[in-house]
Nanobody
């Protein structure tokens, strides 16, 4: 089973940017659906953005215009470019792939 490892989180000021990365232990070439989820303290895990193998992307309203999801099947990587970050974006961000094991996530903290 493919394992996922997220990285790239950290502390950033409001208005700042971060790029999250997700490394898969195996090939993602045949994985049609991949996504980023996030979980804030005391809340349920929620979808942020998704991408198919054909490049179709979907964003939740709060991410539209600020976040960009992308994948590199040759490198078995999934990315999330996050711009104009706000305190409400503070959460642990998780990578998801159909058939893969959830990773431990990467913490994003947006604070001045």
């Amino acid at each position: 089973q493919v394992q996922l490892v997220e990285s790239g989180g950290g502390l950033v000021q409001p208005g700042g940017s971060l790029r999250l990365s997700c490394a898969a232990s195996g090939s993602i070439f045949r994985i049609d659906y991949m996504a980023w989820y996030r979980q804030s303290q005391g809340k349920e895990r929620e979808l942020v953005a998704s991408i198919t193998s054909g490049g179709y992307t979907h964003y939740v309203d709060s991410a539209k215009g600020r976040f960009t999801i992308s994948r590199d099947s040759a490198k078995n990587m999934l990315y999330l470019q996050m711009n104009s970050l706000q305190p409400e974006d503070t959460a642990v961000y998780y990578c998801f792939a159909v058939g893969a094991t959830w990773g431990k996530g990467t913490l994003v903290t947006v604070s001045s």
